[in-house]
Each structure stands twice: as C-alpha cells, then as structure tokens.
C-alpha cells in the first residue's frame, strides 16, 4: 500500500557564497544581491521522499512552501524531480514570522492535506540555521519526530514501522518508530537528484506570472494577486484555516532588538619578518610570557 | 529563595555522563540568575541519576529536579518534552537554557512549541538588559546572541512578553566558574505520569566513537586551512603541533577538501575554542572561522595573501609561504626550550 508523504521546503538566499557585497554598509542583510536557491538539506529531504515513493507503489509526495510569490522556484523545482503536488502558503498576514508562527501555519497547511505517514524536513535552513521549525511542527501535530537522520533503513508498511539512523556527535543511532513521523534529513545519505527534462518541459511555464528572480520579501496580497493554477496550489490564510493572531508578527514571541555586522577591528598586529631571526624572536617572547613552553 | 522565576537549565546526560555544555550553562545561569535576583534551578532526566545530581549542586544549583526511570536512559523526544513541559508549568521559570547539542536541538523546539514561548538557537552569548517596545518597557530581559545569516551578521533577539524565555546555546562559549562544595541546594524527585504509549521510539543501536580530538582542552593550536593545499603540506602542520605539545585544527575548508578529518574542525560548524594560543597556517579567516577561534589569548597568523581577513584579528602575523615558515618555527622553539 502506497505511503502519503509531506515535504516542507525553503527558499532561501545563498548564505554558503557570500561576497562583500551582501552587506549592506548599515550592517544589513542585502537581499537583492543574494540569489534564491532551494535550501540544500531541504533538497535533501526531497530526496529522501521520491526514494520511498520509487520503492512502495501508489506513494504520494506532497510538497509544502511558505514564502513569498518567488518561493514558486522551489515548489517547480520540486516537480522537476517526481512531486506529484506543491502547494506554496503564502498570505501577507504571515509576513515577519518567526519559527513558532511558521510552523503553526505549516501545521494549518499539513491538516488541510489530512492525511500522512511521514512528513520530510531539511534538517535546518541555511538562512536561519535554527532547525526548529520541523521540531516545532510536530509538536504542533502532537506526531513523534526523528531528527538528523542520514539514511532511512527500511519502512515497514504492514508493520507500520520505520527504522531510521539519526546522526549524534561522534557517531549515530539506529531509531525505530511507528508511523505517523516526522523527520528531518541531513546532506549526509542521500544525492539530492537531478531534474528530469520531461518534467521540466511540463512545468516550467506554472504560474510563471508570479515567479521573480530575486529573493524577495513582499507578500502577496491574499484577495487581489491570488491566482490558482493547475500545478501549483496557493493557499492564503483562510485556505488553510489559520487564526491570524497565531500567525506573522503577532504569532511570534522571538522580536530582533538589534543586528550587527561583523566588521573586523584591528588589533595590535605585529607583522613578523620571514626569516629564522625575527621568528626565533617572536618564538622568544610567547615563552617568557608563558604563552608557549 | 523560591524557584519560581528561576534561571533553569536542562541538564543533558548521555549514557550516564553528564553533558560538558550543562555545567557551563549551569556556571552561566549563576551569572544570570544574580542580575535578575533570582534561584538556579535544574532537570536531569534519566536512569539512576541522582548521584550525578548531587555533584552538580555545588555549581550553585538551588534546586535540582530529577526524574529516574529506567526508559528515560537514552533520550527521545516524546517522552523528554512531555516531562519538561510538566516541569516548566510547575515551576515557571523566567529563563530556561539548553546545550545547543543534537539532543537540545531536538528537544527545546517542542518544548517551545508546546508552551508557545520563543526561543533562540545556538547562542554564542546572554546578557541581561532592558527593551522597549511600543510604549511598552520590559526590565531585566534575556539578550539571546547568536550569529546568523551564515556569520555574517550578529543578532540579539529577545522574547519580552512570554515566559520562559528559551534558548539553546553553543557547546563551550560559557565559562566554567570554580564549583563551591559548601554551597547548598537541593535535590527534588519530581513524579512524571509516564504510560509506555510516551516511548514510541525505540533506539535499536547507538554507536559512539571515543574522540581522540580534545580542541576544547588544548592550551596550543595549531590551525591548517585551505591554503596548506596538501596532505603533505598538512604533515608540517602536525609536525608543528607535535614540537609545541599543540592539539591539530583545521577551517571548514581544509576539511571539506579532505585534508584532515572533520573532528578537527574549528568554527561556526565545528568546535569553538580559547586557547592561550592559536596558530592560522594558510587560513583566510571567514567569519564562519572566526567564530570558532577569536576568543584565543594570542593568535599568529601565516599566510602568503597580506591582505587575508585573519591578519585583522591576529597578534602576530607573518607573510609567507607555511613550508617556508614552519620549519622555522619549529627550529626556533627547539633551541629555546
């Protein structure tokens, strides 16, 4: 019997390849320059989900964005590679959420799916690096959750079981749980694969009225801009049966009171010369300070 | 002093052992619990714990719950949060601290998401201080300080208006303060309603390899990055260390490209460190690197581009080629001692 899987995706800019230009002299974030990619372990996470559904017949891959109207790019992408339905919840009211508001809407958009046996997260987002929202979705769900796995090892579907192995320092563990699930997934087990060309000839004009370039943190306007399509699903916040208090700004404890850049300060830097004299010296000076010996 | 309002700290244990990152945090809360007039509280949940209970009072700790049962040995999600969220409505803490290891990672979003509090990861830094927002002012605030946006920006976030305000912070930025073996605190069982139907999960094997890395101890360092190039180049980085009594380091990227195993790792994903003595060969210094090693009393720094970011935060800098140099170095050291 076929499983019900749930992805939950990420856009997010491009934090691995940053460049001078990405910081904004006033210590922000420049966005503008910062290209939008598919969070990697997310990816990872999408992988982990087509493998199942390549092994157990009649299985579904459901996958879930919240973002703004260019978060489209993810879900496409998603449907390159084997999903067979996205959904991108997107409403100006979740603007400003943190991790607790984002994953009470993500829970709002998994119920309006109904029906699941595992739920597939990145292990954390690029952006952020929290990896709480996968956590806190299943709390939500009141589902049991595996975090940092590398390999699913087997899923039992008569049995209902599935045994994964989570990643710990210094080694793992092999965990057995019964389904329903969540999980989040590391880089480490799985080859994220590539887009499969017949698939990108089918999708890539989906919704291209509402893809951009650039990450960009604007919101649609729920009533005015929404436009369903075929492909790509888009739910608002009462698509989704959300209560607007829990959601955006005002379903978010965590406020930012401050940002700095990391500007380097000089310290007293003595350069020492490239020859056996002047380094012997310096060898000198850090043994009478006690530094080294 | 009552517990109520307290600074509590989730104690982690792992196969008996108490986690290195709660008794910093414990030394930690102490600080904090000072600024805001109130106790140091803490949870262990586990399988015969109260002996290793008792040995963590003289961090300053005022009360001390604990909850023995013999499924609680390995940590799992379900039953720990259900346990812990129990625990936090009882005794209200206005601060709750956990390690930011796999398990407090795991762990302190539930708990948050169960109790709809905020909650910050992988902290580097906590101070105490005011906020203003809206009219509204809130005294004696936690500043949770982390690195975001891969290192490039500092941020303080702060949860003003729910209690208790939650955060994971990183393995070895807090430092231990000297335990005082008079100082007395008490030891609470608290009664946890557990059926079998809290363990869903089942651990089948756990598989734990002894580190033979210790960064985190090592009074030396000697640091290779990208710009060693080779393994063999990296043998003179080990040679270094070996001459110096030094632990070996690595960045990210000397890792990623092989050079060394990644239980060397120094940074933002790997281990953070404040030896007396730290020494960059051909390492850049990103801010990920930075991270990791800024807090060393002294730094040197070899690399051939005068113009790397690590020469800002260095003591000592020479430009030139580390094959050139080390042996140097390593002559220099020999003749002196």
Known sequence: MGLNLIVLVKQVPDTQNITGEAMKEDGTVNRAVLPAIFNPEDLHALEAALTLKDTIPGTQVHVITMGPPSAIQVLKESLYRGADSVALVSDRKFAGADTLATSYALKCAIEKIGNYDIIFCGRQAIDGDTAQVGPQTAEKLNLNQITCVSNIEKVDTEKRLILARRSIEGGYELVQAPLPVLLTITDEGYSPRPPSVIKVMTFKNASAEMSEEKYDESYIDSKVEQKSNQAINLWDINAINADPESCGLSGSPTKVKKIESVILVSADIRMVENSQDAISGMVHELIADHTLG | ??????????????????????????????????????????????????????????????????????????????????????????????????????????????????????????????????????????????????????????????????????????????????????????????????????????????????????????????????????????????????????????????????????????????????????????????????AGMDESARIIAINTDPEAPIFKIAHYGITGDLKDVIPKFIKAFKAKS
């Open chain 2, 1 to 290: 002093m009552s517990t109520k309002n307290s600074v509590m700290v989730f104690i982690q244990q792992d196969d008996g052992q108490i986690a290195e990152v709660s008794v910093e945090l414990l030394c930690k809360a102490k600080d904090l619990a000072s600024r805001v007039h109130a106790s140091v509280t803490g949870v262990l949940l586990g399988k015969d714990v109260r002996k290793s209970a008792e040995s963590l009072i003289p961090y300053g700790v005022d009360e001390l719950f604990i909850v023995e049962d013999d499924r609680l040995e390995n940590y799992t999600p379900m039953p720990y949060t259900k346990i812990m969220v129990d625990i936090i409505k009882k005794i209200q803490p206005q601060i709750a601290l956990y390690g930011a290891t796999t398990t407090g990672r795991d762990l302190a979003p539930r708990i948050t998401s169960n109790l709809k509090v905020g909650l910050t990861a992988d902290c580097t830094d906590l101070q105490i201080g005011d906020y203003s927002s809206k009219g509204a002012d809130y005294k004696n605030i936690l500043y949770q300080i982390r690195p975001a946006f891969g290192g490039n920006i500092i941020a303080t976030i702060v949860s003003p208006e729910k209690k208790p305000q939650m955060a994971t912070v990183r393995e070895g930025v807090m430092k231990l303060i000297e335990p005082d073996p008079s100082y007395k605190g008490k030891i609470t069982a608290f009664k946890a309603d557990l059926t079998d139907a809290d363990f869903p999960s089942v651990i089948i094997e756990r598989i734990k390899q002894e580190k033979t890395v210790n960064l985190k101890g090592a009074q030396v360092i000697v640091s290779g990055g990208i710009g060693v190039e080779t393994k063999e180049n990296f043998q003179l980085i080990i040679d270094l260390a070996h001459a110096l009594g030094a632990e070996v380091g690595a960045s990210r990227a000397a890792v990623d490209a092989g050079l060394i195993p990644k239980d060397h790792q120094v940074g933002q994903t790997g281990t953070t460190v404040r030896p007396k003595l730290y020494i960059a060969c051909g390492i850049s210094g990103s801010v990920q690197h930075r």
